[in-house]
């Protein structure tokens, strides 16, 4: 009998997750991807559509109606309950049930939670945002920029530092470096502090070689527009010009009140099979038939960091998770286990990139690599991109 597979959330993760599936099983089984949005894009190019190398929306956003596979059924609606015995998941438009669970709804934006940010800066994980921002960068003829990240955990880790960098690039190439400074804020202690301190350290001589002013430490309280400054924890405060952050994150509403998530916000997740943990310290699992990848999944490393929040990942689990529910579907064993392996490139401006080669459950810290920058990095980082063309009509 066919089985229906439903996938809670369509973005990077949940359509990697669906069409790795379409590949593995028969068409009597039903997959169907319940997402909200309309509209898919690519965090990555965030950071080109800021600079100009692309156009908002056209160069960016697909329509999520166009995705290719019409084998792939895609509901547009918003998840608004999950039942995790029954399988039973709660949308805008009805109930529906599943043999198997995919939850892939990732973290949200909370740009509310911290005073000032909605009405003073430019969110750089906001498409819409980040196209004012670039109009905003055309015009600027000098002052100082701030990139800032309100707290911890955030996607994608490098992003703030790939940020400055290329404003960096952008001004020196029109002239006007001596006019601007570049300042970043950050409540970590060092930049990706899951890398270690080696990978810290390398990563602030980068920015700093280039001017940049970093302050590690600043965990932001609220931002005045009418007195341009951001106030700090400890009294601190910081004078800006041009104000770029990094919002919140938190995990979307419907997991939290599914009694999924534990201390950490996210949902507690098996670092090999992708399934929910019962017990973190044991790596029991529960909830069979119920699986989880990206960024609304917490793993956590030998170093009691979290693994990053990152497409890469959310892609490589996803891989796992299709071999098995395949596996399940044909009575075999699954013979794929997630291994906190993943690559990632870190713009660095002028058209290259820095690519990252991280192996996260390496022992007793993950063991990072990080190449200088060069073209074949940035063409890399494009080619993901790419990934938006074999997915949509
Ligand atoms: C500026 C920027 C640069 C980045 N660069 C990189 C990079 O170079 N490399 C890299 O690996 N990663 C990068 N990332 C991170 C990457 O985008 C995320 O880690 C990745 O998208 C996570 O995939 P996901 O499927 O878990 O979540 P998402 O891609 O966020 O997908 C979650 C989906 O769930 C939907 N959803 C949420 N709640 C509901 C609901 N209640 N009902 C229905 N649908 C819902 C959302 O609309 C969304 O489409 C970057 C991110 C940003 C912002």
């Not at 593995?24 to 690519?42: A, C, M, P, T, W």
């Not at 703030?160 to 601007?180: H, Q, V, W």
């Not at 965990?219 to 924890?233: C, E, H, N, S």
């Not at 058209?351 to 192996?359: F, I, L, Y």
Request: hydrophobic share 40%; net charge negative; glycine share 10%.
């Amino acid at each position: 009998m066919g089985k229906t597979i439903l996938i809670l959330g369509g973005g990077w993760g949940g359509l990697f997750v669906a069409h790795r599936l379409r590949g593995y099983v028969g068409q009597e089984h039903r997959i169907v991807i319940i997402e909200k949005n309309d509209k898919f894009s690519l965090g990555p190019s965030n950071l080109w559509v800021m600079t100009g190398d692309r156009q908002y929306p056209g160069d960016v956003e697909r329509s999520m109606s166009k995705l290719l596979r019409k084998d792939i059924e895609l509901l547009h609606a918003e998840v608004t309950g999950i039942e995790t015995e029954t399988k039973k998941v709660h949308t805008s438009v009805g109930t529906f049930t599943g043999d198997y669970l995919v939850i892939a709804l990732g973290s949200e934006l909370y740009p509310e939670a911290l005073p000032g940010f909605v009405e003073n800066a430019y969110n750089l994980y906001d498409l819409s945002s980040v196209a004012r921002l670039h109009e905003v960068l055309q015009q600027f003829t000098g002052g100082k920029i701030i990139v800032f990240c309100s707290a911890t955990p955030f996607r994608c880790p490098p992003a703030p530092y790939e940020a400055a960098l290329l404003i960096e690039s952008l001004f020196r190439n029109r002239g006007l470096k001596d006019k601007i400074e570049v300042h970043i804020y950050t409540p970590e202690k060092q930049p990706m502090p899951v890398g270690g301190l080696k990978i810290g350290a390398m990563l602030r001589q980068m920015i700093e070689n280039r001017g940049i002013k970093y302050h590690p430490e600043h965990k932001v309280l609220r931002i005045d527009g009418a007195l341009r400054k951001m106030f700090f924890q400890d009294g601190i405060d910081a004078k800006y010009d041009l104000l770029i952050g990094i919002p919140p994150h938190r995990a979307p509403r419907v997991v939290v009140e599914a009694g999924l998530t534990d201390s950490t916000g996210y949902i507690p997740t098996h670092p090999q099979t992708m399934r929910v943990l019962s017990d973190v310290e044991t790596l029991e699992t529960k909830l069979p038939g119920i699986y989880v990848l990206g960024d609304v999944a917490a793993i956590t490393l030998l170093n009691s960091m979290l693994l990053p929040k990152a497409g890469v990942f959310a892609e490589e689990q996803a891989s796992v998770i299709a071999n098995s529910i395949a596996a399940s579907i044909h009575e075999e064993e699954s013979n794929k286990v997630f291994d906190g392996k993943g690559i990632c490139y870190i713009e660095t401006g002028d058209g290259m990139a820095s690519t990252g080669s991280g192996e996260f459950y390496a022992y007793p810290e993950p063991r990072i690599l990080i190449e200088s920058p060069s073209k074949e990095g940035h063409k890399a980082k494009e080619e993901l991109e790419k990934l938006l063309t074999t997915w949509f009509a």
